[in-house]
């Protein structure tokens, strides 16, 4: 059975940085291409970034470029966030994704494995 199981959300001020972490209990969780989805209250569910198999592949959606990185590490199974410049739009609950389909993980809809969410609060 596929878990992700994210971490590292909290409350944090305006400027600040936050590393999310997603640790995958998938037996070849490098053959997975990563994502991190967040989905603010009253709003859809929106990408925020993906990571290929071998994470040299990296994709953002354009509110978070040049702010957020992410990145992996296969021999521990776990996917990182790293948030710099965090802002009060920010403020989201933050999923980690799974797809066996890289170029179909900057959509829910292709998703293969969601974890249950971490939430991140940034004040003004």
């Known amino acids: 059975q596929v878990q992700l199981v994210e971490s590292g959300g909290g409350l944090v001020r305006a400027g600040d940085s936050l590393r999310l972490s997603c640790a995958a209990s998938?037996?070849?969780?490098?053959?997975?291409?990563m994502g991190w989805f967040r989905q603010a209250p009253g709003k859809e569910r929106e990408f925020v970034a993906r990571?290929?198999?071998?994470?040299?592949?990296?994709t953002y959606a354009d509110s978070v470029k040049g702010r957020f990185t992410i990145s992996r590490d296969n021999a521990k199974n776990t996917v990182y966030l790293q948030m710099n410049s965090l802002k009060p739009e920010d403020t989201a609950v933050y999923y980690c994704a799974a797809s066996t389909r890289t170029w179909a993980i900057t959509t829910p809809g292709g998703v293969d494995y969601w974890g249950k969410g971490t939430l991140v609060t940034v004040s003004s």
């Open positions: 998938i037996r070849t969780a490098s053959s997975y291409a």
């Open positions: 990571i290929g198999w071998t994470g040299t592949i990296t």
